[in-house]
């Protein structure tokens, strides 16, 4: 029996607060924010056109030197379309490592927070799906991928909405 993924819901509340400052900083082609008092820029995210989109960022990532060194043992990942514009999600199946990811109608989905979100469950098989391993997992593979100022903002955020 998995233990419960408690805050599971807290997780996606930050990261959706997160996109949102990702956005009004495109919005208004201003990549400096105020975040909490201090003067942060934020890099432009990644955002993709389709699934084979997807698929190349995903192998890139998983070559990254970095993301090799700490996650040595990552074997291959690949992407699938799927039904539906409400989620996308990650599943191990008797073929190998797959993230699932809405059609190009539902962008939300195609942008790079996203799709890291969904290559550290890759990283971390940690139970919960969605506890203390994981958000440490997604917060160290976005400063390696994106930049520490997203690491930080994402570690801050969780912080803000209780997660641990």
């Known amino acids: 029996m998995s233990p419960r993924d408690s805050q599971r819901s807290k997780v996606y509340a930050a990261e959706q ?7 009004r900083a495109a919005e208004h082609h201003n990549r400096v ?9 934020l890099p432009p995210e990644a955002k993709f056109g389709s699934r084979e989109d997807v698929q190349r960022y995903v192998d890139d990532v998983l070559a990254l030197p970095g993301v090799r060194a700490r996650w040595p043992d990552a074997g291959p990942l690949n992407v699938r379309g799927r039904r539906g514009e409400r989620a996308a999600h990650y599943e191990l199946t ?9 059609d190009a109608s539902a962008r939300w989905a195609l942008r790079e927070l996203v799709v890291l ?9 940690a139970e919960p799906p969605h ?7 997604f917060c160290e593979l976005a400063a390696t991928v994106m930049g520490p100022e997203v690491g930080h903002v994402l ?10």
């Open 17 to 23: 607060f997160v996109r949102t400052m990702f956005d």
């Open 33 to 41: 924010v105020d975040f909490f008092g201090t003067s942060l820029t």
């Open 94 to 102: 008797d073929a190998g490592a797959v993230i699932a990811v809405p």
């Open 117 to 125: 979100h969904e290559i550290a469950h890759h990283l971390c098989d």
């Open 131 to 137: 506890g203390p391993e994981f958000v440490a997992t």
């Open 155 to 164: 570690r801050v955020v969780y912080a803000k909405e209780g997660v641990r």
